[in-house]
């Protein structure tokens, strides 16, 4: 699969408005590693599961593809941001304890990908991906974010994205699969901050390429309605499905 870059143009914004996740999930993730010495942050993007990483162990290699992203992404003196691919990370054999893969496994060639994470990993290593789709906030905003998601910018998702919308669950996992407990991201947000939000999808950045305008300003009366009161600051969720697998203790 060649490279395909959707966040470059709005990496700024990325790591402005995306939501952050919780840190009870880094803490779950340390507690099964078998070691805290060295995790591998892949595709990083804005870099916040690499600075939450940071907390648990000695040090993070977080790489991305995307330069801008790197350059853009919150620095920490524990987190080491390198531009790399998934598939070729030129990392040493065996270093690893933790491999984490945040909002971003739909993009790999997971032929190419499993592999490598397979390689780098110490024994009985882990690697851990996840993904969340559509934002909960009450049922008249999420039935107009809905509507902008499927009908508005929905031809201009990339077909990558129906792995999302499948929460990785149709995906090939081969690793020894644990069985780890729920999580969700949570936010308050403005209606202006979701709006931020919603820019930064990829599919509304397509769709501003494509028609020269902001997709946005097709939705944005009814957002205003529904969120009723303009300046009201609202409660977020995003459930994330999440899926850990440890590679084999003799190798």
């Given amino acids: 699969m060649a490279f395909q870059d959707h966040f470059s143009r709005q990496s700024a914004e990325y790591s402005k408005f995306r939501p952050h996740y919780p840190d009870s999930l880094f803490k779950y993730l340390a507690g099964v590693s078998p070691s805290h010495g060295v995790a591998w942050d892949c595709a990083t993007g804005n870099g916040q599961a690499a600075v939450a990483l940071a907390s648990f162990f ?3 290699i977080a790489t991305d ?12 003196p524990r987190v080491e941001y390198r531009v790399g691919t998934a598939e070729k990370c030129r990392l040493p054999t065996r270093l690893i304890d933790l491999i984490t893969v945040a909002q971003a496994l739909h993009w790999f ?6 592999p490598e994470a397979e390689r780098v990993l110490k024994p009985g290593g882990v690697l851990a991906v ?3 789709n559509l934002l909960e906030i009450e049922p008249e905003i999420d039935a ?6 499927n009908e508005v910018v929905g031809e201009y998702w990339a077909f990558e994205r129906r792995i999302v919308e499948e929460r990785y669950q149709t995906i090939a996992f081969p690793f020894a699969e644990m069985e780890p407990p729920s999580f969700a991201m949570r936010a308050r947000w403005s ?3 979701l709006i931020g939000y919603l820019q930064t999808w990829s599919a509304s950045q397509t769709f501003i390429v494509a028609n020269g305008s902001d997709p946005i300003d097709l939705i944005r009366a009814d957002l205003s309605e529904a969120w009723r009161e303009p300046n009201r600051v609202r ?8 899926r850990v697998g440890r590679t084999a203790i003799k190798q």
């Fill in 144 to 149: 107009v974010v809905n509507r902008f998601y």
């Fill in 235 to 242: 409660p977020v969720n995003w459930p994330l499905s999440l």
């Fill in 130 to 132: 996840w993904c969340y």
């Fill in 191 to 193: 209606m202006e901050h």
């Fill in 58 to 60: 000695d040090h993070v």
């Fill in 65 to 76: 593809v995307s330069e801008k992203q790197i350059h853009n992404a919150e620095q920490n």
């Fill in 109 to 114: 060639d997971l032929d190419r990908f499993y």
